[in-house]
């Protein structure tokens, strides 16, 4: 293998790790506070849907873009309005919301099959980007996976150096004392699931803006399930998250590979390694001791009512 | 009050009953004429108001803009062409399995009289439901499994397939085309051999690399496998796959692209090669009109280039006018019967001889081709 198709494949293994990653995160900071939402299938897809057809409305990928946030927003509003003064069960809510994202997305994008979008252009850093294996896949992407790399960092400080994120983190682990302890537990939780909706809504729209700029039925081909486990394999830290959705993106690039140099591991059981290492998380995670901090809000998938 | 209801004509005198005959000597006449026509009516408005009720039903979402699509772009011309004759239905993501023979029991239930599989996946379901319905004829594509009332229909893209293959072996500069196929089901091999075989019949040293990627419709994936072949030199890409990404891929690549199912040239302006568009309204057509005049057999029925099943649309403007002189001349002469695209000897990818030379390959071998020529780069998964 000579060291540009080395490049090459760095380089789509970061493109292609992304929309998980954003979604990921999305997760991360929802379940950080104790909510858990399932439905982030539907919520990438309509993300997905929404940016491209304001993109090709208006011309703008930062329209679309937004547009992708807001609708985002929106479906985490939507599960907040269902766990919340409504108290619906959150998982089947969650799932509810992954069937109606689905299909909303297939009857709004249904005039928008045969498009094709100019995807957001690479916007390569001069010197950086010639550099030998790492310059076109560190310095030569598109503006939107940057950005994403910003959140990323922006949201792994924020939970884990500041007292924000302390504070969030009480509210995932224990709502009653922390009620108590005068945080506004139900608040916070609405803006976390909102948040984190939007960069489920975000990581959709670079599906279909930058990745594959055009709408087809099922385009996230489950990726938002694949977020909900990798949250999980991480042990709800930032950047095991991240680690884990570009292993998962250059694995399935690396499966690809493999097939090509005549390596014949059947293709089936290397999509299946993300979902062993999974299980093999969790197994690890169960047993506690030296994992500990690694394990789930405790008050995960828990509604929270305040009470008097 | 009776006077209030707007008396522009007076009421009739008392004895109303009588007035007809009192009219009218004609009665009896005029009675009788009534009682034809409605009888006449009677039996029309049964015959009229009784469409033949056609059923589709389609493994992937039209909203997928492959395979899908271009059964319900035929079914929408049939609804044209038939009118009041037929009246369609039709229901997409309907998976392989157990979902297909719920969904098929429910239409044959529900008083469908032809029902259409479009998917290779539905080939068990069809075969399972068709033997506890037999008075709905049940129709399925890309299979070979057939029955009393089952019959299997398909295109032979593998002529569209040839002819797009001597395009791309005339055009490419690094003698290297990438294919991005799902999964090695018969359809999908038979369209690899003959793109193969067209490519070297234009140019004996084009290569073919396949890379597999077990899906049909994920379009994220579909990309990185175009995107990987070029990085490996392939310098034409086409695809076996629902979604326009492979191609859309090639365009950001800047080499040429191949669509299949239907007209992908909307996603590589500049770079598009061909697409080979399949056009199922001739299969359609005949077999709902011979169930229509009530003489349909359950038969396999392939159609190629001579009823224009297969098309090469969307030709590329930058792709030389005597590339598609020489690819249509090909096409006369599959039309005239001087070329058939597998003509032996040909080898599999063990080395196995699977067709003798000067030998041509019978429908039911095509049927079921499973092998790969020699000479493919990217063995099939198992």
Not at chain 1, 72 to 87: D, E, Q
Not at chain 2, 1 to 19: A, C, D, F, I, Y
Request: proline share 4%; glycine share 12%.
């Amino acid at each position: 293998m000579d060291i540009h198709l080395a490049a090459d494949l760095l380089h789509a293994a970061l493109r292609a790790g992304t929309p998980l990653a954003l979604c990921a995160l999305g997760v991360l900071v929802a379940e950080r506070a104790g909510v858990l939402n399932l439905g982030q299938e539907g919520i990438m897809l309509m993300g997905a849907v929404t940016g491209f057809a304001i993109s090709l409305e208006t011309g703008s990928h930062a329209a679309g873009a937004l547009a992708a946030i807001a609708v985002g927003a929106l479906m985490g509003a939507l599960f907040v309005l269902l766990t919340l003064p409504l108290r619906a069960n959150p998982v089947a809510s969650g799932l509810a919301l992954a069937v109606f994202g689905s299909g909303l997305c297939a009857f709004v994008g249904s005039g928008y099959v045969g498009s094709s979008l100019q995807g957001i252009a690479v916007a390569a850093i001069p010197w950086l980007s010639e550099l030998p294996l790492v310059g076109k896949a560190l310095f030569a992407q598109d503006p939107l996976l940057y950005a994403a790399w910003a959140l990323a960092l922006g949201i792994g400080l924020t939970l884990h150096r500041t007292r924000f994120g302390l504070v969030l983190s009480a509210v995932g682990e224990d709502p009653e004392v922390a009620h108590r302890l005068g945080v506004r537990v139900l608040p916070m939780r609405a803006a976390m699931a909102c948040l984190g909706a939007a960069l489920t809504g975000l990581g959709g729209a670079y599906l279909s803006l930058a990745y594959t700029p055009l709408w087809t039925e099922d385009m996230t081909s489950g990726r938002g399930w694949i977020a909900l486990a990798m949250v999980v394999l991480a042990g709800w830290r930032t950047g095991s998250v991240l680690l884990a959705s570009y292993l998962f993106g250059f694995f399935s690039i690396l499966n690809l590979l493999m097939q090509d140099m005549g390596w014949s591991v059947s293709p089936n059981l290397l999509s299946m390694t993300p979902y062993v290492l999974c299980l093999a998380a969790l197994i690890a995670l169960s047993s506690q001791g030296r994992f500990s901090d690694r394990r789930a809000p405790g008050a995960l998938g828990q509604n929270f009512h305040k009470e008097g | 009050m009776l006077s209030e209801l707007g008396n522009t004509s007076k009421p009739e005198p008392s004895n109303r009953r009588g007035v007809s005959s009192q009219r009218d000597s004609n009665a009896p006449a005029k009675r009788a004429r009534g009682v034809l026509l409605a009888g006449l009516l009677l039996i029309h408005v049964p015959l009229a108001a009784q469409p033949l009720k056609v059923a589709f039903v389609h493994e992937n979402p039209v909203g997928q803009g492959g395979w899908t699509l271009s059964h319900e772009l035929a079914r929408e011309k049939l609804q044209a062409h038939f009118g009041d004759a037929i009246e369609t239905t039709a229901l997409d993501k309907v998976a392989p399995g157990g979902d297909t023979e719920r969904v098929l029991t429910k239409l044959a239930r529900s008083g469908q009289q032809m029902i259409f599989a479009t998917s290779f996946g539905h080939m068990s379901g069809a075969a399972r439901v068709s033997r506890r319905f037999p008075d709905v004829v049940f129709e399925h594509a890309a299979g070979y499994t057939m029955g009393p009332n089952l019959g299997t229909y398909q295109i032979r893209a593998y002529q569209g397939r040839y002819l797009a293959g001597f395009a791309a072996g005339l055009v490419t500069e690094t003698n290297r085309l990438g294919y991005v196929g799902a999964f090695p089901i018969p359809e999908v091999v038979r369209g690899i051999n003959a793109f193969t075989l067209g490519a070297r019949a234009a140019n004996p040293q084009a290569e073919v690399e396949i890379i597999w990627i077990s899906t049909w419709s994920d379009a994220g994936r579909s990309r990185e496998a175009a995107e990987l072949l070029a990085s490996l030199q392939a310098d034409v890409i086409t695809h076996h796959t629902e979604t326009s990404a492979a191609v859309q891929a090639a365009e950001q690549r800047g080499v040429w692209s191949v669509g299949y199912q239907t007209d992908r040239s909307a996603f590589a302006p500049k770079h598009h090669l061909v697409s080979i568009a399949h056009n199922w309204l001739p299969i359609y057509r005949d077999k709902i009109q011979a169930r229509l005049d009530g003489r349909w057999t359950a038969q396999a029925k392939w159609v190629g280039v001579e009823q224009d099943a297969t098309q090469l649309v969307g030709w590329g403007g930058q792709v030389p006018q005597e590339v598609r002189e020489r690819v249509l001349e090909q096409r006369q002469r599959l039309l005239s019967g001087a070329l058939r695209v597998f003509t032996g000897p040909l080898f599999d990818a063990q080395g196995r001889q699977r067709l003798a030379e000067g030998a041509t390959m019978a429908d039911e071998d095509l049927l079921r081709m499973e092998w790969l020529l020699a000479g493919i780069g990217g063995d099939a998964p198992r």
